[in-house]
């Protein structure tokens, strides 16, 4: 990934995402004005003041140039939802959001799971994806590309796919994986109770019809790099983000 500061905000973004029409970036914690547990450019609710908290979306609006950002309430579950940028605050209960129109913002907020971007920058068409080791189990990275097939006819083959930062094979640690994941899935253990979820989702996203070479994994471990909330490492922590829109170019 590359390094960039948009309005004084460190951010992160894919090589393989930029392409005319799209803008995107993974935020981090430094930025912002929350205080305390969450301090940084925390974008979850919850544990840190509203105010901070809507300070901090309208920052990374800002830097964006983004007309709004929408979110969901996310569940762990596979529901994808569709968005017009008219909506305010959480739009639903979804773990995915989709979108044809230019401006919109849509973010997944983290603190260990994935967020996996989709993008059809020559069809005008995006999603986000939120991918905890629930939604991998869900496989929430087909049911994504299943619903732009079917809301908006884009064909796997068109899109490019970003594994965002999260729980690294490095740290994710299932001590009751016998019980949470599929026994199928002891192909992806690297050592004994930890597995690697960052391989789990490409091989979801190729066996959905992604071309391999279109998929980019970030290869950060998010429990590992201090410079993002995890709720491995702190427990009772914040939020950070990843955004993905189109831009006027696409219209």
Request: proline share 6%; glycine share 10%; aromatic share 6%.
């Amino acid at each position: 990934m590359k390094k960039l500061t948009l309005n004084n905000i460190p951010l992160l973004a894919f090589e393989s995402l930029a392409r005319p029409g799209l803008t995107h970036c993974v935020t981090t914690k430094e930025g912002g004005v929350s205080q305390g547990q969450c301090e940084g450019l925390n974008l979850g609710h919850g544990i840190d003041s509203q105010e901070a908290v809507s300070q901090n979306l309208e920052l990374l609006r800002q830097a964006l140039g983004l007309e709004r950002i929408v979110w969901a309430k996310q569940v762990h579950g596979t529901k994808m939802m569709a968005v017009n940028g008219d909506e305010t605050g959480p739009v639903a209960e979804a773990d995915g959001l989709a979108t044809d129109r230019p401006g919109v913002g849509l973010l997944i907020k983290q603190a260990d799971c994935q967020a996996v971007i989709l993008a059809a920058p020559e069809r005008g068409v995006i999603a986000n994806l939120h991918v905890g080791w629930r939604g991998n189990v869900a496989n929430m990275p087909a049911a994504g590309v299943r619903f732009l097939q079917e809301k908006y006819g884009v064909e796997p083959s068109e899109l490019w796919a970003a594994i965002g930062p999260s729980l690294g094979p490095c740290c994710s640690e299932f001590v009751n994986h016998a019980q949470e994941l599929p026994s199928d899935w002891l192909l992806y253990s690297v050592r004994p109770n930890h597995f690697d979820l960052w391989q789990v989702t490409w091989d979801q996203l190729t066996a959905a019809g992604v071309p391999a070479p279109n998929i980019e994994t970030s290869g950060i471990c998010t429990k590992c790099n201090p410079k993002f909330y995890s709720y491995r490492r702190e427990g009772v922590t914040g939020r950070f983000g990843t955004v993905v829109a189109l831009t006027p170019e696409t219209s």
